[in-house]
């Protein structure tokens, strides 16, 4: 009698921590299809104001690029760099997915905001310069081994451009974190 | 005695097995080869991430490992990871950019009305030979090309990889080079200056067989500029029939158009805001 009853003991915690897995899991999916928090201060842009329209898009669009770019870094899918990326920003986030792909790899990031400071709006509104603080933890994996694990603090800087119907990353570079 | 003589030898083995460790320079240079120090025994697998780049290959623990100046073209965070037997061991450093040698520019507008002060701006952004944003200050040179003219230039610091400028445009029409220019990089960009807006607009009317005909002098802008063929110029006449209004396109320099008046009239001409002389005019009855 004893016996059954701690089998079914065992069963009902084996189904309950089943059941969390698959919640953990999907909660951590949900988080995902969720672009990241990003605050914008445009404090002390120049020359040109930023218009209202625009400092609603531009953190919009930087955020939509940022899931994209986690997302196709994650799954090794570069076709996904297309919505947000353009330039060398593009060109350089494909060719990083690509040789991931080659060397088996695959990186997941867990998102905990961004910072942006508008720097530049060029007087024909063609361009905006801004800087990233985001903070990030990163995985690095070789198939499924976890080969490195850090939370960060990095510093971007990065190039807007207006596409058709959005903002467009064009250049994104890490910078040592101080300003030059 | 044994057993102690084991458990010092386990623990010399253990002292002398230390783990695996790497230590990459922490800046270097866009485009410049490096060598990862690093420390341990055995075969290794060793990765590099970079912003643009993701890398695997085995090599041996405790030996210094090469990376060749192609791999390290882009500028940003480099990860380094060493994984052994033991674990994996990490560092990361970061990639300056080369020195200054690419300028991206951009002119606004393409087309500029003469004599209008700080109509176009010229923005330049600064990159080194591998399309890395220099962010440190650096001089750029902006200069006016015109075509029968002196060159006037001007230098601004860039500021964050930016550096820009506004211009006027010249009081004469016609094309002018606009430049920029940064050690041994320069770029060019043309800009057409048209003729401003019509200036000392004047109409003048004569008989023809069943009608008058109006007709402005040539129109020019304010320095002296033909204002472009296709330019609207708008006829208005008041006569004892009401009010009409005729648009006409510039042709070869001057508008004209013939209306037919009953009793006095009185007829201005205007294009765009600028409006010009009124003729007070009677009909042929």
Redesign the interface.
């Known amino acids: 009698m004893r016996d059954t009853a701690a089998r079914y003991s065992s069963l009902a915690i084996l189904s309950i921590a089943f059941v969390c897995g698959i919640l953990v899991r999907d909660f951590r999916a949900a988080a995902a299809a969720e672009p990241p928090r990003v605050e914008l201060n445009a404090d002390n842009i120049g020359?040109r104001p930023l218009e209202d329209l625009t400092s609603k898009s531009v953190p919009r669009d930087y955020a939509f690029a940022w899931q994209t770019m986690e997302q196709a870094l994650e799954e090794n899918r570069p076709g996904l760099l297309e919505a947000y990326f353009t330039g060398?920003a593009k060109?350089?986030?494909i060719?990083?997915v690509n040789?991931?792909i080659k060397?088996?790899?695959h990186?997941h990031y867990e998102d905990r905001g961004h910072k942006l400071e508008a720097?530049?709006y060029?007087?024909?509104g063609?361009?905006i310069?801004l800087?990233d603080r985001a903070q990030l933890d990163v995985q690095?994996l070789?198939g499924g081994k976890v080969?490195?694990d850090?939370p960060m603090t990095?510093q971007y800087?990065v190039?807007m451009t207006p596409g058709a119907d959005r903002w467009l990353v064009r250049?994104m570079?890490?910078?040592?974190g101080e300003k030059? | 005695m044994r057993t102690l003589t084991t458990g010092f030898a386990l623990l010399l083995a253990a002292l002398g097995a230390s783990a695996s460790e790497i230590h990459p320079p922490a800046q270097a240079t866009a485009g410049t080869a490096i060598t990862i120090a690093t420390s341990g025994s055995g075969s290794a697998s060793f990765y590099l991430i970079g912003p643009a780049s993701a890398s695997k290959r085995q090599v041996q623990a405790g030996s210094d490992i090469s990376v060749d100046s192609e791999q390290l073209e882009h500028a940003g965070r480099y990860t380094a990871i060493l994984c052994a037997s033991d674990g994996c061991a990490s560092a990361s450093f970061v990639v300056n950019p080369a020195a200054p040698n690419r300028l991206s520019f951009l002119v606004h507008p393409s087309r500029v009305p003469v004599d209008s002060p700080n109509r176009i701006s010229a923005v330049a952004f600064v990159f080194d030979n591998f399309h890395n944003l220099v962010l440190q200050p650096e001089s750029v040179t902006f200069s006016i090309l015109p075509k029968d003219g002196k060159e006037v230039s001007a230098r601004r610091n860039s500021e964050n990889g930016v550096a820009w400028v506004r211009l006027s445009s010249a009081r004469k029409e016609g094309a002018t080079r606009l430049g920029t220019a940064i050690g041994h990089a320069n770029e060019i960009r043309v800009v057409q200056q048209v003729a401003a807006d019509a200036c000392n607009l004047r109409i003048r009317a004569s008989r023809t067989k069943r009608d008058l005909l109006v007709e402005t002098d040539p129109v020019r802008d304010c320095s002296g500029n033909s204002v472009p063929d296709g330019t609207v110029v708008s006829f208005t006449k008041v006569d004892g029939a009401g009010k009409t209004t005729v648009d006409v396109p510039i042709k070869r320099g001057v508008a004209k158009v013939e209306m037919p008046v009953e009793g006095r009239a009185r007829i201005t001409v205007a294009s765009g805001v600028v409006t010009g002389n009124e003729l007070e005019v009677a009909g042929a009855q």
């Open positions: 020359p060398l060109q350089d986030l060719q990083r040789s991931q060397s088996g790899l990186t720097l530049f060029s007087p024909a063609d361009a310069q800087r690095v070789d080969i490195y850090e990095l800087v190039i250049e570079q890490t910078t040592t030059p």
